[in-house]
């Protein structure tokens, strides 16, 4: 149980291109969902918590302008990134936290590898 | 400031050998506790959970907790080649999670 599922898994664009990744729940009702970002050989660092049907809360320094989330049911949340450049090559990884009691983990997605060209 | 701290590594032992992992963290009110593997390139993974003092042992995982000092463990026994990969320790607090940076674990054959 407690499958998230991530996509698409790898994406190459070129520079100006926006992209969309989608995480969704496949197995349970997520009320919170967390997108992180990972460059090689570093920590993950989180960008964003969106909770259903709200306006996710970003992290400092991270442009929300940029990485436009969307969380519009239990099961699902998308990441956009718009006008990706170079720089925002990296590992994308969502999770998702379960409707009931406080104990409830993160699952993770497999990740997202964005080149942009 | 809530923090998670975790001594980044690298720890290596012998196959065979029991790998110890530990992890402290601030907020005397966290409630549950994590840990997440995490393989060079992969996602992490959800491999133990403890949310109350003492020991919770599944397979050759051990997780350990004590809030009193604010800490918690993960004990690898029987350490394989397979078990190498980066230890991420994750604290829960109502809503909010806090992770550690993580401790990078090599077992050699």
């Known amino acids: 149980g407690a499958v998230v599922s991530q996509h698409p898994s790898w994406v190459i664009c070129k520079s100006g291109t926006s992209v969309k990744i989608e995480c969704r729940s496949l197995?349970?009702?997520?009320?919170?969902m967390f997108w992180y970002r990972q460059f090689p050989k570093q920590s993950l660092m989180l960008m964003a918590t969106?909770?259903?049907?709200?306006?996710?809360?970003?992290e400092q320094g991270v442009e929300k302008d940029k990485f436009l989330i969307n969380h519009a049911s239990l099961t699902l949340s998308t990441l956009t990134v718009t006008s990706a450049h170079p720089e925002d090559s990296s590992f994308y990884i969502c999770?998702?936290?379960?409707?009931?009691?406080?104990?409830?983990?993160?699952?993770f997605g497999d990740g997202t590898r964005l080149s942009i060209l | 400031q809530k923090e998670v701290e975790q001594n980044s590594g690298p720890l290596s032992v012998p196959e065979g050998a029991i790998a110890s992992l530990n992890c402290t963290y601030s907020?005397?009110?966290?409630?549950?506790f994590f840990w997440y593997r995490q393989y060079s390139g992969k996602s992490p993974e959800l491999i133990m959970f403890i949310y109350s003092n003492g020991d919770k042992e599944d397979g050759r995982f051990t997780a350990q907790l004590n809030k009193a000092s604010q800490y918690v463990s993960l004990l690898i026994r029987d350490s394989q080649p397979s078990d190498s990969a980066t230890y991420l320790c994750?604290?829960?607090?109502?809503?909010?999670?806090?992770f550690g940076t993580g401790t990078s674990l090599t077992v050699i054959p």
């Open positions: 197995d349970f009702q997520a009320t919170t």
């Open positions: 969106s909770n259903e049907g709200s306006k996710a809360t970003y």
């Open positions: 907020d005397r009110g966290s409630q549950s």
């Open positions: 994750a604290v829960k607090g109502g809503n909010q999670f806090y």
């Open positions: 999770s998702a936290s379960g409707l009931f009691g406080t104990n409830q983990p993160q699952h």
